[in-house]
């Protein structure tokens, strides 16, 4: 079946280092969404880039569809920017069925 | 703005009964609701995906039977997880689609078992 997996596990900083965040998927993925889940739980989508390379704030993502990855760039990282980074794909474009990875836990320290 | 609320936030339940939890899209409408799980450890899963005009789809390893899926609109969505056990328990998320990719997910109803 389909899989996604996310390198490294996890991650550990100092504030204002950059972090990069890696997402392989095994098949075609129509749609490929990263996905920021705070340490309570709550989930929020962060940038949906099924190819390409897409900006947003201190975010960059980075997909080579192809090569069936995505990779997910935080510049000058801060403290608040700690929790999981899920990488999710979407392989039936616009069906809401979304598998995930298992993600990346980010620490950043001050 | 856009937001899907999930009620309650947390809940305990004695182990065999059931509970159940609620998800409601505010300020946009949906064309698709679906119902996920993460258990301690692992990632999320699928549990059940409602579209517009179709029924509801339940996964692997869930079935209406065990995770009852009420929805009037596509707005309103409520679950129940009947006879709950320890293996039920984790953070059950609802998300709700706006008709592109650009998905909205609630805080999520956190589900414990004793």
């Known amino acids: 079946g389909q899989q996604v997996q996310q390198s490294p596990a996890s991650l550990v900083l100092q504030e204002g280092e950059n972090a990069e965040l890696q997402c392989n998927f095994s098949s075609t993925a129509t749609q490929l969404q990263w996905f920021y889940q705070s340490p309570g739980g709550s989930l929020v989508s962060l940038l949906s880039?099924?190819?390409g390379t897409k900006h947003t704030g201190r975010l960059t993502s980075t997909t080579v569809t192809k090569e069936r990855r995505s990779s997910l760039h935080i510049s000058s990282s801060q403290t608040t920017d700690s929790g999981t980074y899920l990488c999710?794909?979407?392989?039936?474009?616009?069906?809401?069925?979304?598998?995930f990875g298992q993600g990346t836990k980010l620490s950043i320290k001050p | 703005g856009a937001l899907v609320y999930q009620y309650p936030r947390r809940t305990i339940c004695k182990s065999g009964t059931s509970m159940r939890m609620e998800c409601q899209a505010v300020?946009?409408?949906?064309?698709?609701v679906a119902w996920y799980r993460q258990s301690p450890q692992k990632t999320f899963e699928l549990i059940a995906l409602s579209t517009v005009n179709s029924a509801i789809k339940y996964e692997q390893n869930f079935t209406q039977e065990k995770f009852p899926i009420s929805h009037p609109n596509l707005s309103f969505s409520s679950m129940t997880v009947l006879n709950a056990y320890l293996e039920d328990r984790g953070l059950y998320l609802c998300?709700?689609?706006?008709?592109?990719?650009?998905?909205?997910f609630g805080k999520g109803t956190r589900l414990t078992v004793v």
């Open positions: 999710a794909i979407d392989p039936n474009y616009n069906q809401g069925k979304l598998i």
């Open positions: 300020g946009f409408q949906a064309t698709s």
């Open positions: 880039n099924p190819s």
């Open positions: 998300g709700a689609w706006t008709g592109g990719s650009e998905v909205f």
